[in-house]
T-cell receptor, first 113, second 111 residues
Framework: GENVEQHPSTLSVQEGDSAVIKCTYS??????FPWYKQELGKRPQLIID?????GEKKDQRIAVTLNKTAKHFSLHITETQPEDSAVYFC????????????FGKGTHLIIQP | EADIYQTPRYLVIGTGKKITLECSQT?????MYWYQQDPGMELHLIHY???????EKGDLSSESTVSRIRTEHFPLTLESARPSHTSQYLC??????????FGPGTRLTVT
């Protein structure tokens, strides 16, 4: 089955700086890659996703890039703010995600004031 | 308001008891999912359903069972709870574009 590796496990950045979280996947047939943000005690929230027919997608301060050849994808957050502090999970799926998602272990992002 | 609802939100129960975790959605979605998440850890898929009368097992082996008699309802049952079942259980749903949205979760403690 699919295996997703996520790095780093903890990332501390100064407010206003950029943050990058990287994930690799094992199954070259995977074609859907969402990112979730989970604050303490809250449900995971979908923040951005990308499908395999696209190399990059951007939504305001958040962007995701996908390299299908290398089987890795990354989340980029620019101009970080205190409210960006949370655990971020990447995921990968076959068939657009209809059969469920395989998640990475998460990255705890800490925004230092 | 379109949302995913889970009850109970917190449950403390003794070993050997039968429990059912409820999940309902007003999103109008056909696909539904159950994930298990230990605190601070990744989510693991335990069950999913494409629609009414469809149920499939996920990647993580689980002693729980699910049913899908109504489109909006996807309950999860544990026939005999054990301490190893202590975890958070998250229900999710997705529609035509396959984007998955999560409910608030049920935090289960088995003593």
């Amino acid at each position: 089955g699919e295996n997703v590796e996520q790095h780093p496990s903890t990332l501390s950045v100064q407010e206003g700086d950029s943050a990058v979280i990287k994930c690799t996947y094992s199954d070259s047939a995977s074609n859907y890659f969402p990112w979730y943000k989970q604050e303490l005690g809250k449900r995971p929230q979908l923040i951005i996703d990308i499908r395999s027919n696209v190399g990059e997608k951007k939504d305001q301060r958040i962007a995701v890039t996908l390299n299908k050849t290398a089987k890795h994808f990354s989340l980029h957050i620019t101009e970080t703010q205190p409210e960006d502090s949370a655990v971020y999970f990447c995921a990968a799926a076959l068939g657009g995600g209809a059969d469920g998602l395989t998640f990475g272990k998460g990255t705890h992002l800490i925004i230092q004031p | 308001e379109a949302d995913i609802y889970q009850t109970p939100r917190y449950l403390v129960i003794g070993t050997g008891k039968k429990i059912t975790l409820e999940c309902s959605q007003t999103m109008g979605h056909d696909k539904m999912y159950w994930y298990q998440q230990d605190p601070g850890m990744e989510l693991h898929l335990i069950h999913y359903s494409y629609g009414v009368n469809s149920t499939e097992k996920g990647d993580l082996s689980s002693e729980s069972t699910v049913s899908r008699i109504r489109t909006e309802h996807f309950p999860l049952t544990l026939e005999s709870a054990r301490p190893s079942h202590t975890s958070q259980y998250l229900c999710a749903s997705s529609g035509q574009n396959y984007e998955q949205y999560f409910g608030p979760g049920t935090r289960l403690t088995v003593t």
